[in-house]
């Protein structure tokens, strides 16, 4: 279950409890209120009653003795209310008021039907007063003559008061708030549980990464939006380890690259200096053997020379500030400028050199000078895996490339294709998927001469050339089996 889910059900179960809790609670104090209001408004109706009786028996007396003369006593009448704080009206059994203590509010007749009740006090417009009406008899006959109606102030009755509602409140809100406090924990032990230890689960993994420690395998046993973010952590993890990883081990070759270089140096500077200090001390004897000297320091400082051109380029690939200038011109006069020293250079080598039978003359974008290196770091991979007397063919034609389908029709791709094939050894299985790689240097199965020292060069030649290539928007390919020989294929666009 993720965050966001279980946040929504715990806030539903919360809405739910308290709104269960406050049905509950309506529900007992509408029940209890029913039960109870009439048993309440009987007791309270017969005490206020009682009560009244009590408070207005010196008066009714006194009203039965002298009922057939009220206007004679009615000053008694009057001082006997103020005494009782009540005030009394005093009316016959046909509604007409006989006598009326609240001179404030004078009446002459009431209606008998809406206003005489016996069997319970109705309550006046004022709710701090209580109306009660008796009947007035005579005593000789002991028939009704009049009905005296009483209005008690409220202050002056004991009457229960209802504290049921007020109970059932005060125990809802106590339940209410104990309810929501245990719901409030719960919620905080299920954050503690599923939000805060896993961050910082997560806090102390990130100080560890931090420290350089990446073995460390973060590991969280639940789903949800925290699963997910523990499996990507991981995942930074081991891409954080991966990238350390190829660091350390690109600064080793690195490392060995420079020290590589700088022996391939020593040979070809070593045998320079031993032929110029042998002219010098004139071993030569005559100019063939001084011209054989020369052609042999020559050929030494070619191989200082490329052996400097892959660590001046290695150097600038890696400041990002390798520079290949585009510039439009035909294929043919780039081409033939560039392999006529390759067919002597190769040739020179005991080996068989096989130009192309003719070069499309394309127009295209080019940096000459960065496409004679590919072509040369090609040639010079062909020489490393070949033996005098196998062949080095060089073919340059043009293609159409079907891309895939676009809208309904097929895309062309107009391109110049160079191959450099040979006949030599071949790529060993194990090499060929990182034949690519910077400072990757293949392995050999070519047998060598006694005394002979084979180089296998720094590893950088390919790794340039395919850098180089995309840089003119073409791609690099090969095909070797074991052997048969390898062919080189590079593309670049024709415009």
Not at 33 to 60: D, P, V
Not at 179 to 205: D, N
Not at 414 to 429: F, S, Y
Not at 434 to 449: C, V
Request: aromatic share 8%; charged share 20%.
């Amino acid at each position: 279950m993720n965050m966001k889910q279980w946040m929504n059900k715990w806030v539903i179960t919360l809405l739910v409890s308290v709104l269960i809790l406050s049905g509950c609670g309506l529900y007992l104090l509408i029940e209890r209120s029913n039960r109870n209001h009439s048993l309440l408004e009987n007791k309270s109706a017969s005490s206020a009653m009682n009560q009244a009786r009590l408070l207005a028996s010196e008066t009714m007396t006194y009203l039965e003795q002298h009922h057939y003369s009220i206007e004679e006593h009615s000053d008694q009448l009057q001082r006997m209310c103020s005494e009782q704080n009540l005030n009394l009206l005093l009316v016959d059994l046909k509604g007409n008021v006989i006598f009326n203590s609240d001179s404030e509010h004078p009446q002459s007749v009431i209606d008998i039907k809406t206003t005489i009740y016996y069997d319970h006090y109705p309550t006046t417009n004022n709710s701090s007063e209580l109306k009660f009406v008796f009947p007035v008899t005579d005593m000789a006959s002991g028939q009704q003559v009049a009905n005296a109606i009483f209005t008690v102030p409220e202050k002056f009755l004991n009457i229960p008061k209802d504290s049921t509602t007020t109970y059932i409140f005060t125990m809802a809100i106590i339940i209410s708030i104990l309810i929501v406090f245990m719901l409030v924990i719960l919620f905080r032990r299920k954050m503690q549980q599923e939000m805060i230890t896993p961050v910082q689960q997560l806090k102390r993994h990130a100080e560890v990464i931090l420290k350089g420690d990446y073995e460390q395998r973060v590991e969280y046993v639940h789903g949800g939006e925290m699963g997910e973010l523990y499996s990507m952590f991981d995942q930074m993890r081991m891409e954080i380890m991966d990238l350390n990883q190829r660091r350390d081990a690109g600064e080793k070759a690195h490392k060995e690259l420079i020290s590589n270089i700088s022996h391939d140096l020593k040979t070809p500077l070593a045998t320079i200096r031993a032929y110029i200090e042998a002219v010098r001390d004139g071993v030569c004897p005559d100019m063939d053997t001084l011209m054989e000297y020369i052609q042999v320091m020559h050929a030494q400082s070619d191989k200082m020379t490329a052996l400097i051109d892959d660590l001046f380029v290695h150097a600038i690939r890696e400041l990002g500030q390798i520079t290949v200038r585009l510039t439009e011109q035909y294929s043919r006069p780039l081409f033939t400028q560039i392999l006529t020293p390759i067919g002597h250079f190769v040739a020179t080598r005991g080996v068989i050199y096989e130009g192309p039978d003719e070069v499309p003359d394309v127009l295209i974008k080019a940096d000459a000078a960065r496409i004679e290196q590919v072509v040369m770091n090609l040639v010079t991979n062909a020489l490393k895996h070949t033996s005098a007397g196998d062949r080095i063919s060089i073919h340059i034609e043009q293609i159409i490339e079907l891309g895939p389908e676009y809208s309904g029709m097929q895309k062309n791709s107009n391109m110049l294709r160079i191959a450099v094939a040979d006949t030599g050894e071949g790529i060993l299985p194990k090499d060929i998927p990182f034949i690519f790689e910077r400072y990757y240097q293949g392995q050999s199965d070519k047998p060598h001469t006694l005394g002979e020292k084979r180089s296998n060069g720094s590893g950088l030649g390919l790794s340039i050339c395919k850098t180089i290539v995309e840089a003119h928007n073409g791609n690099i390919s090969f095909h070797s089996s074991k052997n048969q020989g390898t062919t080189f294929y590079f593309t670049i666009p024709v415009h």
